[in-house]
């Protein structure tokens, strides 16, 4: 049974840095994709960044140069590191794996398993 675990998320001022993380268990991110979707009330879950086996990124053009996904093999540990945040990043994000071969990179359908979510706020 897999199990993704976020962590990270909190409040801070626009310019500002987080960084999640989301652990799992039953899983291997390493050799497998992983990727961050975020959410907000009324909207569809988006496709942030996404990283395959072969560790080649993909990011949705909002946040291209001010986030970083990458993954520690040794901790099977999924990151999301996001500077200069801007108030529309303010969000529930979530990790994502079971990437689904062939379908769309930045589309929730085309992932099997999630985690629970972890808030991220920034005020202006």
């Known amino acids: 049974q897999v199990q993704l675990v976020e962590s990270g998320g909190g409040s801070v001022q626009a310019g500002g840095s987080l960084r999640l993380s989301c652990a799992t268990s039953g899983y291997t991110f390493g050799s497998n994709y992983g990727a961050w979707f975020r959410q907000t009330p009324g909207k569809e879950r988006e496709g942030v960044a996404v990283?395959?086996?072969?560790?080649?990124?993909t990011y949705t053009d909002s946040v291209k140069g001010r986030f970083t996904i990458s993954q520690d093999n040794a901790k099977n540990t999924l990151y999301l590191q996001m500077n200069s945040l801007k108030p529309e990043d303010t969000a529930m994000y979530y990790c994502?794996?079971?990437?689904?071969?062939?379908?769309?990179?930045?589309?929730?359908?085309?992932?099997?398993?999630w985690g629970q979510g972890t808030q991220v706020t920034v005020s202006s």
């Open positions: 990283i395959d086996s072969d560790g080649r990124t």
């Open positions: 994502a794996a079971g990437y689904r071969k062939w379908w769309l990179l930045l589309r929730s359908n085309s992932y099997k398993y």
